[in-house]
């Protein structure tokens, strides 16, 4: 009885590739909040540094004559960077929100009035930030637009 020797077939340990992209995808859901919390410290920064800039840069470029009258375009720019201001505060103030610690994701968002999953929880908070970041940044860009326009309209009149 010859019995022929059973072919070996070589094998290899479970790709681990899927639960990388997985936790991956976990850390940086739960990741965007604080990343949207350094940009808003950042555009604090910015809002508060950039009118001090706009008086510099006019009183390095008029000298002593560095004065501009007040214009709806200079009123215009420093209430831009106000609101920048006010809405990049805002973005780093914690929302309250209800969580159901023991749903981690759902199939479907949480109705209105609804404790919301731990996955919607970490996406809503970075949704909220980033809308009042994005407004923040136009509103910034609007105050530097109205600024230089009061600089290029006062320096055209005679």
């Known amino acids: 009885m010859s019995e022929e020797p059973e072919e070996i077939l070589s094998s290899y340990a479970p ?10 995808l976990a850390a940086a859901v739960v990741g965007q909040p604080k990343l949207l919390d350094e940009l808003g ?4 920064t910015l809002c508060l540094a950039i009118p001090g800039l706009f008086a510099t840069v006019l009183k390095l470029t008029d000298g002593d004559d560095a004065v501009l009258p007040v214009s709806c375009f200079v009123l215009s720019a420093f209430a831009c960077w106000l609101v920048a201001l006010v809405l990049s505060l805002a973005s780093l103030v914690p929302v309250t929100r209800t969580v159901d610690r023991q749903v981690i994701r759902r199939a479907q968002p949480a109705a209105k009035g609804q404790a919301l999953s731990i996955e919607e929880f970490f996406t809503k908070s970075a949704k909220h930030k980033r809308r009042l970041l994005i407004a923040a940044a136009l509103f910034c860009f609007a105050g530097i637009a109205l ?3 009061s600089v290029f309209n006062h320096s055209l009149k005679p």
Do not use: D, H, P
């Not at 790709?15 to 991956?24: D, F, I």
């Not at 410290?41 to 604090?44: F, L, T």
């Open 41 to 44: 410290r950042q555009m604090v």
């Open 147 to 149: 600024a230089a326009w």
């Open 15 to 24: 790709s681990t590739a899927n639960e990388e992209l997985e936790k991956g």
